[in-house]
Nanobody
Framework: VQLQASGGGLVQAGGSLRLSCAGSGRTSSSETRAWFRQAPGKDREFVAAIFRSGGYTYYADSVKGRFTISRDNAKNTVYLQMNSLESEDTATYYC???????????????????WGQGTLVTVSS
């Protein structure tokens, strides 16, 4: 199983970026997919997740209303559209996939089975 994250870069505050996470190998549309991020010197934190069918999405309070997670099961790809970016959003963003995710565990990094390599997002103020 491989997850390949891309789309990071340098953007000014208030700008937008779209991250992509392409799955290959034994990943499938039946998995819950999520984005986490880790800023320098901080713990990894939950950003957003989308359940198998794509009908249910969850967000961290800090990004709600600004970020949108979506998935294209035909392409086995998950996206994170990030708008109104703030300097506090600067971090390495990781995509993750899990087979046995439930609502009570969706925000826990330990619940996910597979991880991508991370893509760096830098927001300049």
């Amino acid at each position: 199983v491989q997850l390949q994250a891309s789309g990071g870069g340098l953007v000014q505050a208030g700008g937008s970026l779209r991250l992509s996470c392409a799955g290959s190998g034994r990943t499938s549309s039946s998995e819950t997919r999520a984005w986490f991020r880790q800023a320098p010197g901080k713990d990894r934190e939950f950003v957003a997740a989308i359940f198998r069918s794509g009908g249910y999405t969850y967000y961290a309070d800090s990004v709600k209303g600004r970020f949108t997670i979506s998935r294209d099961n035909a392409k086995n790809t998950v996206y994170l559209q990030m708008n109104s970016l703030e300097s506090e959003d600067t971090a390495t963003y990781y995509c993750a996939a899990g087979q046995r995710i439930i609502v009570s565990t969706i925000r826990r990094s330990q619940a996910y089975d597979y991880w991508g390599q991370g893509t760096l997002v830098t927001v300049s103020s």
